[in-house]
Structures are given as structure tokens and as C-alpha cells.
């Protein structure tokens, strides 16, 4: 199977942009590929508890961001968070306590898109 990166820079202001990078991770997932996530710019708000539960998906049914969230890192998926991206918009370590997720600079971007078969940007 495939080693995917999916790098995602909109936010809660675009939620059908930021569901469908969700949705391919998801599917990616359940089709027994490697999933890497970079979320960058507004997208690290998307791991905010009060956007997870807000923003809804239509495209395999109606599902909340945090099911599909849930779904991906449950199923071995790994999901960045650019620190910068982070800085710049208030996110404390405190609302992603709890979450899979790991903070990340840019040369890990980097890494990641050199060692990824395929890279799907939503931006």
C-alpha cells in the first residue's frame, strides 16, 4: 500500500475544503494506506474540541470532523500540527491534550512530503 500525506491549510472558516481532506484520510485509512497529516495555517483550529463537534461532513453520510478525526488516528494515522501555525493562533498544548497529535516545524513538512509516496494538498 501507499504511503499518502495530506497537507491541509483551511480551516473552520472553509469547512467543506477541510472535511474532504478528512474524508480522503479517512477512506485512505480504511484501505490499509499509511496516512501523514500536516495541518498548516487556519487548519490547526480544526483540532479545536468546539470545531471537531461543529464541523459536518456530507460525503459518506453525515458525519462530525471529530468521528472522522477519530476514525484516522485509530486507524494508525499520524496528524502535524505546524507550531508556528499554532503560535500564531493561540492554540495551547492545553486543547490538544488528549489529541494525537504532535506539534511540528517546517523541515518536518519537508521530510515528510520526500518520504510520502503521494501528496494531496487542500490549501
Not at 491541509?8 to 480504511?30: M, Y
Amino acid at each position: 500500500m501507499a504511503k499518502i500525506l495530506i497537507h491541509l491549510t483551511h480551516g473552520p472558516e472553509a469547512p467543506t475544503q477541510a472535511d474532504r481532506a478528512f474524508l480522503i484520510a479517512k477512506t485512505a485509512v480504511k484501505e490499509g494506506h499509511k496516512v501523514s497529516m500536516f495541518l498548516a495555517g487556519s487548519a490547526v483550529q480544526l483540532l479545536r474540541d468546539d470545531v471537531l463537534d461543529s464541523v459536518i461532513g456530507i460525503g459518506d453520510g453525515v458525519t462530525s470532523l471529530r468521528e472522522s478525526y477519530d476514525q484516522i488516528v485509530s486507524g494508525g494515522g499520524d496528524i502535524y500540527l505546524s507550531r508556528i501555525s499554532c503560535g500564531a493562533r493561540g492554540m495551547t498544548e492545553k486543547e490538544l491534550d488528549g489529541k494525537k497529535v504532535e506539534l511540528a516545524e517546517p523541515n518536518v513538512l519537508v521530510q515528510l512530503t520526500v518520504d510520502h509516496d503521494r501528496v494531496i494538498t487542500y490549501g
